[in-house]
């Protein structure tokens, strides 16, 4: 198991929640996925949880996790309005 620091987690800001704007998502394809964390650690926003799970609510979609993957398990996906 690794070593885990301790994060803060995103919380609703004064003008609501970050990731509205967001104009690309990230995808997580669980079959490249080997769960090393290296997502969570590089995330700028915190909002990826240990279990790999995003937290679109507030990710901005700068797609450092999906640069930063070694498997390419995660995918930069343009958002449908």
Same mark, same amino acid.
């Given at each position: 198991?690794?070593? +885990?620091?301790?994060?803060?987690?995103?919380?609703? !800001?004064?003008?609501?929640?970050?990731?509205?704007? +967001? @104009?690309?998502?990230?995808? @997580?394809?669980? /079959?490249?996925?080997?769960?090393?964390? *290296?997502? $969570?650690?590089?995330?700028?926003? !915190?909002? *990826? &949880? /240990?279990?790999? %799970?995003? &937290?679109? &609510?507030?990710?901005?979609?700068?797609?450092?996790?999906? %640069?930063?993957?070694?498997?390419?398990? *995660?995918?930069?996906? +343009?958002? $449908?309005?």
């Amino acid at each position: 198991m690794r070593e +885990r620091l301790a994060l803060s987690r995103p919380k609703a !800001g004064a003008c609501g929640l970050t990731g509205s704007w +967001r @104009v690309f998502r990230p995808v @997580v394809d669980r /079959e490249k996925c080997n769960q090393c964390g *290296i997502c $969570e650690i590089h995330c700028p926003d !915190g909002v *990826i &949880d /240990e279990e790999l %799970n995003i &937290d679109l &609510d507030f990710c901005k979609g700068c797609g450092v996790c999906a %640069n930063v993957c070694p498997k390419k398990a *995660i995918t930069m996906v +343009r958002e $449908e309005r």
